[in-house]
């Protein structure tokens, strides 16, 4: 029993020491980027291994979401008379919600686990160690760059699976379905907000990307430096990046939509 | 003065403890190993110097500076001047041999590249690989792999460079290409150089002096011919390679017959 409640203040005590860690990580990482404008070069080689790579996968899964979209909606919408707002319907959907949320489990998923993979291995091969004895910060030097990537693609990658998530609803509502086009893009035109849909909608992205990152940057740096601790730190990065983005996205949309 | 002072350095994991009163001067321009027994803490030892690591006790000073009191960018302009070789060669994996030797040449200065191609082609020259400059890290040997970490350590021409068990799983040959290698870059370049080993024959072949650490404390120092003659059974034990003597063969424990009691009643 005694034994029960001290494994228990063990781990309480073990993972605020390990919450504060990950925060003063992220502080480095912060004071690191205003250098960076200087390297510019090191983000872009990053937003290519973060971002880019990422683009195949972002595009199929947004054809799919959209294409199902258009399925699902014009089946509700049709028994309302009303299959004309299927645009609105599609567009509404992504880009509130399943656009920034579906493409950033899709990204911790496919970039977040690579990046932590990635910098464990640096970290099991003594590759940042010798950085360090090199006089090079590998936090400035390595986790800035693919922060700041990871905060830039994840809201390009979110616009893209919306973009062309909508495309998905267009195919599938007017050439199956046979909705009007012009119904389709002008209530979807008319009923889309700038301010109130889009532009929360790349907030939620920024955010996640922010977090998505962090977490993957930090599960690398802090594994334990073997192969099966690089793994278990993979999969904690994929396991609470989806956490973090559906309990956030519930916060952000409380926020954003509630009132 | 010494370049390199250790006094009263005391070091703990978690209750254990490695290293407990340490004291260690290592002299300018000497070769000085520093051997002990796999798990003495000659590793931590050299995070220790570099600053990877924070003593719990005691002080460590390289070239008058205390390094543990240094600011953060005090600390990684003292490193500039300290070369380290780990085990591993620690090669950056995604970059060639060249961009490895390159790579603290472009971070820390602004030289034009044909300057750098100059300097990484002399230093890869100097470890015999400047022919293998195009290969990927995963294409060297154990032994080339740190040849080639041993070029980089020397790009920024350090006053210092410490080398963490560089005979250990080598053949023989590569063995004594690299037994070279340190004896002449110590002198040619008037290096500082520091050996962590166990091999005790590489080493005591080239180390003007040696540190002898065991259980947490330096047990015995000297030139290498003064430690063969020394007295003490534990030093003659470690020099001579003995399996058994005051450093026992078996991990402390339980006597066997009280685990194997143990064991019965359990059942
Ligand atoms: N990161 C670490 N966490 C806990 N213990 C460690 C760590 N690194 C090394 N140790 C322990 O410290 C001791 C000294 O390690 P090390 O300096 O690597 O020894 P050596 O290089 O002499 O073989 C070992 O017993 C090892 O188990
Ligand atoms: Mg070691």
């Known amino acids: ?259 | 003065m010494p370049l390199i002072k250790i006094r009263d350095l005391h070091f703990y994991r978690g209750d254990r403890a490695i290293f407990e009163g340490v004291n260690i001067d290592i002299h300018r321009g000497k070769i000085t190993a520093i051997m002990g027994p796999s798990g003495t803490g000659k590793t931590t030892l050299l995070r220790l110097i570099g600053g990877q690591l924070r003593p719990d006790k005691g002080t460590i000073e390289v070239d008058g500076q205390d390094v543990h009191k240094l600011s953060h960018r005090d600390l990684y302009e003292l490193r500039k001047r300290m070369g380290m070789l780990f085990q591993s060669g620690a090669l950056l994996t995604d970059l060639t041999v060249f961009e490895n030797v390159a790579f603290p040449i472009r971070e820390h200065t602004q030289l034009p590249e044909s300057m750098v191609r100059d300097l990484v082609l002399i230093k890869l020259q100097a470890v015999g690989l400047r022919g293998a400059h195009d290969l990927m890290p995963n294409e060297l040997s154990g032994g080339m792999a740190r040849r080639v970490a041993l070029a980089r350590a020397m790009t920024l021409d350090p006053m210092m460079i410490m080398y963490d068990e560089p005979f250990t799983g080598q053949d023989p040959i590569s063995m004594g290409t690299l037994v070279n290698l340190i004896h002449k870059m110590n002198d040619a370049m008037d290096l500082t150089s520091v050996i962590v080993s166990h091999d005790v024959a590489e080493t005591s072949e080239i180390a003007d002096h040696i540190y002898l650490l065991s259980a947490g404390k330096v047990i015995e120092q000297g030139s290498p011919v003064q430690l063969k003659r020394s007295t003490s059974q534990w030093v003659q034990q470690f020099m001579q390679g003995l399996p058994d003597g005051p450093v026992p063969f078996h991990y402390p424990g339980n006597t066997l017959e009280q685990d194997l009691l143990e064991r019965k009643d359990a059942v």
Do not use: C
């Open chain 1, 1 to 259: 029993m005694i034994e029960t409640i001290r494994s228990l203040g063990r781990w309480g005590l073990g993972s605020f020491e390990r919450l504060g860690r990950g925060h003063l990580f992220l502080v480095k990482i912060l004071m690191g980027i205003p250098e960076l404008f200087l390297r510019f070069s090191l983000v872009i080689q990053q937003l290519y291994s973060v971002g880019v790579l990422s683009v195949f996968l972002i595009i199929i899964a947004g054809l799919f979401v959209g294409m199902v979209l258009g399925l699902q909606g014009y089946n509700t919408l049709v028994d309302f008379g009303a299959e004309e707002s299927l645009g609105v319907m599609v567009s509404l959907s992504l880009v509130r919600e399943l656009g920034p949320v579906v493409s950033a489990l899709l990204f911790a998923g496919r970039a977040g686990s690579a990046l932590t993979a990635e910098i464990g291995l640096m970290k099991s091969t003594e590759q940042l160690s010798g950085m360090e004895m090199m006089a090079v910060d590998p936090i400035r030097r390595i986790m800035a760059p693919r922060f700041i990537a990871g905060l830039i693609s994840m809201p390009l990658l979110a616009a893209i699976f919306s973009a062309v998530g909508i495309y998905g609803g267009f195919l599938v509502g007017h050439g199956l379905l046979g909705v009007d086009d012009g119904a389709f893009w002008s209530q979807m035109q008319v009923k889309t907000d700038w301010y109130g849909d889009i532009l929360n909608g790349v907030l939620k992205s920024v955010v996640f990307g922010v977090v998505i990152t962090w977490i993957a940057l930090f599960e690398g740096y802090d594994a334990t430096p073997t192969s099966e601790g690089v793994g278990r730190a993979t999969t904690r990065t994929v396991v609470h990046s989806a956490f973090a983005i559906l309990g956030l996205d519930f916060i952000l949309t409380a926020l954003m939509f509630g009132g």
